[in-house]
């Protein structure tokens, strides 16, 4: 089940974890986009997308409901970027971890990701198996850059 927006006052974020999974809101302005991440990565029975919001603002809010352990944010979204809420997620949800993700494979962009707080970057070209692995690094405390945006940061 994906959360859209909100969350009802009574539900609590430890009701969607498994303690085997990692949990992850992905942040899209785009809904088929929300929903293809969403089926690819329930997948995979070690991540669980626990809630899904088109907006910065949205994102903020339901990080603070939801606690999950990876925010996947899109960088350009209406209203609040990504990158700022970001960096209001990062200082009101340090348990929560977050990866910036563009079409764009701009330096500019993955740099200002990783000064507001993210601890990787996707491109939305990046393979399944690129994306799984930058899951589990930056959930075991790491950085991840992907590999179209890794030679480009040098």
């Not at 995979?44 to 910065?56: A, I, N, Q």
């Not at 977050?98 to 070209?125: D, N, R």
């Not at 198996?129 to 930056?138: N, P, S, T, Y």
Request: with cysteine; glycine share 8%; proline share 5%.
């Amino acid at each position: 089940m994906i959360i859209k927006g909100s969350l009802p006052e009574t539900v609590s974020p430890l009701h969607f974890q498994n303690m085997n999974q990692i949990t992850i809101l992905f942040v899209d302005d785009h809904p088929l986009i929300r929903k293809a991440w969403e089926f690819l990565l329930n997948q995979d029975s070690r991540f669980k997308v626990v809630g899904g919001c088109e907006s910065g603002e949205i994102a903020v809010e339901l990080s603070g409901k939801l606690c999950p352990d990876i925010i996947i944010m899109d960088i350009q979204l209406r209203g609040m970027s990504g990158i700022e809420a970001a960096g209001v997620i990062a200082k009101t949800c340090p348990h929560s971890k977050i990866i910036g993700l563009s079409y764009h494979a701009l330096p500019e962009y993955a740099q200002k990701m990783i000064e507001f707080g993210a601890k990787g970057y996707l491109t939305k070209t990046s393979s399944p198996e690129e994306i799984f692995k930058a899951l589990l690094e930056v959930h075991s405390g790491g950085t991840y850059i992907c590999e179209e945006m890794s030679d480009k940061l040098v």
